[in-house]
């Protein structure tokens, strides 16, 4: 018996860009990582926020793993992207946009989920949200952050059809 996959429909366009925002996080988290950046920080929290060195102790013995399992996740949806990649320079409108069905694996829906987290965790510290009052109204980049809100939760529903 064979598992039926998440499908998930999106268009050339939506695909080209989440595997660049997707190709970012593996940047990020990848072997020349910069420690210090906040954004690390927010993909690896506190477990114990009341105490420092626990804290920081936790952190010393999680870090390197919690990180690489992201980059792992990362690319694992890069992969599931492949198809939707191309030169949309190239293309007709029509194309761009027609959608598209991604069948992810139900073993994988974990690092898609995981890894749609991470994108928005990284945006909200690069725009310093938060909570959902934090927001410019003005500033497209929070649009980027909704999309991926709503990326995520049509993930949801689609796998809770399957699960």
Do not use: C, N
């Given at each position: 018996m064979t598992e039926t996959p998440v499908q998930l429909k999106m268009a050339r366009v939506e695909g080209a860009q989440l595997a660049q925002l997707v190709d970012d996080l593996r940047e990020l988290v990848g072997a020349d990582r910069d420690p210090s950046d906040p954004a690390?920080?927010?993909?690896?929290?506190?477990?114990?926020?009341?105490?420092?060195?626990?804290?920081?102790?936790?952190?010393?013995?999680?870090?390197?793993?919690?990180?690489?399992?992201?980059?792992?996740?990362?690319?694992?949806?890069?992969?599931?992207?492949?198809?939707?990649?191309?030169?949309?320079?190239?293309?007709?409108?029509?194309?761009?946009?027609?959608?598209?069905?991604?069948?992810?694996?139900?073993?994988?829906?974990?690092?898609?989920?995981?890894?749609?987290?991470?994108?928005?965790?990284?945006?909200a510290s690069r725009l310093g949200i938060e909570d959902d009052d934090d927001r410019d109204e003005d500033d497209a980049r929070y649009g980027v952050y909704d999309w991926l809100g709503y990326r995520l939760e049509l993930l949801i529903d689609a796998a809770d059809q399957v699960i």
């Amino acid at each position: 018996m064979t598992e039926t996959p998440v499908q998930l429909k999106m268009a050339r366009v939506e695909g080209a860009q989440l595997a660049q925002l997707v190709d970012d996080l593996r940047e990020l988290v990848g072997a020349d990582r910069d420690p210090s950046d906040p954004a690390i920080g927010r993909l690896v929290p506190d477990a114990y926020p009341q105490d420092e060195d626990a804290a920081q102790a936790f952190r010393d013995a999680t870090r390197e793993d919690l990180l690489d399992r992201r980059a792992h996740d990362a690319d694992v949806v890069r992969a599931a992207l492949a198809a939707l990649r191309g030169d949309l320079a190239s293309m007709s409108q029509e194309e761009a946009f027609a959608e598209h069905e991604i069948a992810i694996p139900l073993p994988d829906i974990d690092a898609w989920l995981r890894t749609l987290t991470a994108l928005r965790l990284i945006i909200a510290s690069r725009l310093g949200i938060e909570d959902d009052d934090d927001r410019d109204e003005d500033d497209a980049r929070y649009g980027v952050y909704d999309w991926l809100g709503y990326r995520l939760e049509l993930l949801i529903d689609a796998a809770d059809q399957v699960i």
